[in-house]
């Protein structure tokens, strides 16, 4: 099984919506058995639900992900993930930085799926209004088909 973790600030937001639209992929297509999808966060306060913005985009995808509950990456298990995917650059200065042994698995998701130089980060939509939550869950959303299909098509990551 390919253990995947998403990682953001919060767990609140942007990295459930990428786990929970991945699962609901994954059994889409049928191959949910070959993957373990979870996330964290590296601000997360333990057990706090995903906002409500967050829970309706999200949901627009036909994705439910409110049981969710964040935890940070102390809870997470990230030591065993095969790939620790991070929102932005600086989640991913973050990981390195307190994993550094952990620094081979850790990529940006949309770097991972990206051809060109562009900007990679998925920026943080807390607090922000509900059509800004929408952008980003739509970024979220190609980029995890993206990666989907690299992945089964056994592409170098």
């Known amino acids: 099984m390919i253990s995947i973790i998403f990682v953001c600030s919060g767990n609140i937001c942007r990295s459930p919506m990428a786990h929970y639209y991945m699962?609901?992929?994954?059994?889409?297509?049928?191959?949910?058995?070959?993957?373990?999808?979870?996330?964290?966060?590296?601000?997360?306060?333990?057990?706090?639900?995903?906002?409500?913005?967050?829970?309706?985009?999200?949901?627009?995808?036909?994705?439910?992900?409110?049981?969710?509950?964040?935890?940070?990456?102390?809870?997470?298990?990230?030591e065993n993930a095969d790939y620790i995917i991070c929102m932005t650059k600086m989640h991913y200065n973050y990981v390195t930085r307190k994993y550094p042994k952990l620094e081979?698995?850790?990529?940006?998701?949309?770097?991972?799926?990206?051809?060109?130089?562009?900007?990679?980060?998925?920026?943080?939509?807390w607090g922000l209004d509900l059509q800004v939550y929408s952008g980003c869950a739509k970024e979220i959303v190609d980029s995890v088909d993206k990666l989907i299909i690299k992945l089964e098509a056994g592409e170098k990551i």
């Open 104 to 125: 081979d698995k850790v990529y940006i998701l949309k770097e991972m799926v990206l051809n060109k130089e562009e900007y990679v980060d998925i920026d943080d939509p």
């Open 23 to 78: 699962q609901k992929r994954l059994s889409d297509l049928k191959i949910e058995k070959k993957y373990g999808i979870s996330s964290c966060g590296t601000e997360a306060n333990n057990g706090e639900s995903a906002t409500k913005y967050a829970l309706y985009t999200i949901s627009q995808y036909g994705v439910d992900m409110s049981k969710h509950r964040a935890k940070n990456t102390e809870n997470a298990n990230i």
